[in-house]
């Protein structure tokens, strides 16, 4: 039986193609020549934390109308055009960027980045299409609210960031969905669709120079601006308990801050691993097997280029809340004393397992490579992140957990949460 050390073989992949525009805009061809199929999508360094407070909410608004009409299409052509060719259409905005994303054959690839170039760069937001969509956008944001999970995460961004951008809901504020007006979003695709900001991708089975010819006549013409830049979100630490109507449970999380993405510091996600990856992870042991105080409990990094976070979730019914939080603080104080060889191998096994299954993902693909464009101007290679991993010591994830001690944890609950909340939260972190 081979060994966990077993060292990890990372597959031999054709080479990375990659071009930059004039203007900036930065292209890249991941060859997958196995599938049939392909991904092809523009990524734009332009998300909620790239926004001003007044208009927050605003790109994911330009998400959901670019797709309403564009100088030479209307939405019905928009939609008739992809699903001719048998593909999907996809978008996404996130606190750091805003993607589109098309998926079908990959002998359509060069039509397919014609089409986001049109997409992203000539959307003519049409006032019928405007107030539709924006009925659409306010019962998602409906659903947000209703959401006690959505509801906490939203609490624990303030209590780690304050009124840094950082801590800004994607959705935005119902206020501002509200008067958005044509002119705003025009006026903002405008300033923030630039080729600085701008990452054209396809991954799949697909001819490379004939991507990089259609990327190259779809994007060409875009302004090249300026890149936008977040400064780097500093971490404030706090308690926070909020009731939430209807809901049975109390919905947790404890946490704090990593260092963010440009740090190039891995230490954060093998802690998160550690603590929490797996049913034999220390968290699922305690919380669930042994002592029943959770059905669902994770840990996790989320490491973006302005912050980090570590974040321990779980729900409880209401009369274990302060036993949970106990536990769980408990949890993290052992691991600042040590950290078990079985542990860190597991999680060092779990997230190489991981990062090699998103090599069989194009879209997986595609987003780690943009995101690497827009951080490091570069994209790494397999054997460069899971070098990263193993570079990573005990003493280091260690310390980890010892500066979110330091630093100060970070706690909320919503739901079900009784009187006092946020005190008998301080309470039980200890």
Do not use: W
Not at 275 to 292: A, C, D, I, T
Not at 330 to 340: D, I, N, P, S, T
């Amino acid at each position: 039986m081979p060994s966990a050390r077993t060292p990890t073989v990372a597959p031999a992949l054709p080479p990375v193609e990659q071009a930059t525009l004039a203007n900036g805009v930065h292209v890249v061809v991941l060859p997958m020549p196995h599938l049939a199929t392909c991904c092809a999508s523009v990524f734009v360094r332009s998300g909620s934390a790239h926004e001003p407070r007044t208009l927050a909410g605003i790109g994911h608004f330009i998400e959901h109308m670019a797709f309403k009409g564009t100088a030479t299409r209307d939405a019905q052509r928009i939609n008739l055009d992809a699903e001719r060719l048998g593909a999907e259409v996809l978008a996404h905005t996130d606190k750091d960027h805003t993607a589109f994303q098309m998926r079908g054959l990959a002998a359509h690839a060069g039509e397919f980045v014609r089409m986001l170039g049109d997409i992203v760069l000539n959307p003519t937001f049409p006032a019928d299409e405007l107030e539709r969509e924006r009925q659409v956008v306010l019962h998602e944001f409906a659903e947000v609210e209703d959401d006690p999970m959505d509801a906490a995460y939203r609490l624990f961004d303030h209590a780690c960031f304050g009124l840094h951008a950082a801590a800004q809901p994607v959705i935005g504020m119902r206020a501002h969905i509200e008067r958005l007006t044509r002119t705003d979003l025009l006026r903002y695709v405008q300033r923030q669709y630039t080729g600085a900001n701008i990452v054209v991708g396809v991954a799949g089975g697909v001819d490379a120079e004939a991507v990089l010819g259609a990327a190259d006549a779809a994007f060409a013409a875009t302004p090249s601006g300026t890149s936008h830049g977040v400064d780097a979100a500093a971490y404030r630490g706090g308690v926070r308990a909020k009731a939430f109507p209807g809901s049975s449970q109390a919905h947790v999380l404890i946490g704090g801050a990593l260092p963010a993405l440009t740090a190039g510091d891995e230490a954060g996600t093998l802690a998160a691993a550690v603590l929490g990856e797996g049913v034999s992870s220390p968290l699922l042991q305690r919380v669930r097997e042994q002592r029943p105080l959770a059905y669902h409990a994770t840990c996790a990094a989320d490491i973006l280029p302005f912050c980090g976070q570590f974040v321990i979730e779980g729900s409880t019914s209401p009369d274990l809340l302060e036993d949970f939080v106990r536990e769980v603080s408990v949890l993290l104080r052992r691991h600042c004393e040590g950290v078990a060889s079985v542990d860190l191998e597991r999680a060092r096994q779990q997230l190489r397992v991981r990062r090699l299954r998103v090599l069989e993902s194009p879209t997986q693909r595609l987003e780690e490579a943009a995101l690497d464009l827009f951080t490091f101007g570069r994209v790494r290679d397999i054997d460069e992140r899971l070098k990263g991993l193993d570079a990573v010591d005990a003493q280091a994830v260690r310390a980890t957990f010892e500066r979110l001690h330091v630093d100060g944890l970070s706690a909320v609950a919503v739901g079900s949460v009784g009187r006092a909340a946020g005190e008998r939260l301080r309470q039980a972190l200890g």
